[in-house]
C-alpha cells in the first residue's frame, strides 16, 4: 500500500519567522505521521531554520536546485546545499519554473539526475495546459513530460521519485480537476511508469495531485485509488487549511 504524501509548496511566499510560526502550529496540532507523510518546502533561505523543528520523518523539500555541482553560476543553489541546510528532496519542473522560467523538459531532467545522484528525493511535476486540454492532448503532453523527465534512471532511482500531476489550468486558479479527472491521468502515468520500469516500481510510485487542493475537496480527491497525496500551493500558506488538509484521514 502506498502511504499518502503531502507537502506544502510555499513558492515565493513567506519570511523565516512566518514559516517556523506555520510549522510549529502544524505540528502542534497533532498530524499522524503513520497516516500520512508530510512536509514543507520552504524558500532556499528558510530550508537551514525550518529543519530544526521537524523530525526525520518530515519532508523538507526545497523548490528547485541547479543542475552543476558548483562553480560560476551566480544565484544558483545546488543540491550539496540544499542537503547542508537539512532538505532531503526537492521539487523540480512545476508549471512556474517551466513556463515563467522557461525551463525545458531537458533542463529537468538534468536536475532531476543530479538530485537522485546527490541522494535527494524528487517531487517531479507535470501538467498540461489548458489549451493542451482543450486540443485532447493532455495525457500525451504530460506522459512526454514524465518520459523526458525521467530519462536516464534507473529502477534503483525511482524509488527516491514521486510524480505531482498539476494541471497549469488547477494552479492557483481556484479550478480544480475533479476526481475522475486526477484519477483518469493519475493511472495513465502509473501504467506508462509500469511500461518503462515493471510493475513493482509502477505499483510503488507516489502520484499526488496538485491545483487549487482545499480543505473542501482533499478527501474527494485522495478517495480515487491512484491519488497518492497532494502537493499544495496557496492553502498551506495558513496552518488551519493545510491542518485540515493533512487531516483529511479523519
Ligand atoms: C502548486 O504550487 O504546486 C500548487 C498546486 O498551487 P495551488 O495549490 O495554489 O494551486
New binding site residues.
Partial sequence: MRKPLIVG?W?MNLTISEGVNLVNSVIDAGIDQLKVDYGFAPSFVALGEIKKYLNDSHILAAQNIYFEDSGAFTGEVSADMVISAGANCV?LG???RRHIFKESDEIINKKVRQAVDKGLNVIL?VGELLEEREAGCEVETVLRQVALGLKGLNSDDMKKVVI?Y?PVW?????KTASKDDAETMHREIRSFVSKLYGENIANDLRILY?????PENIKELMSAENVDG???????LKAESFVKILKFYE
Avoid at 170 to 174: E, R, S, V
Avoid at 210 to 214: A, H, Q
Wanted: proline share 0%.
Fill in positions: 509548496n513558492k521539487i512545476h508549471s512556474e511535476c505531482a498539476e488547477a494552479i492557483g486558479t481556484g496538485g491545483g487549487s487542493v482545499k497532494a502537493l499544495v500551493g496557496g492553502a498551506s
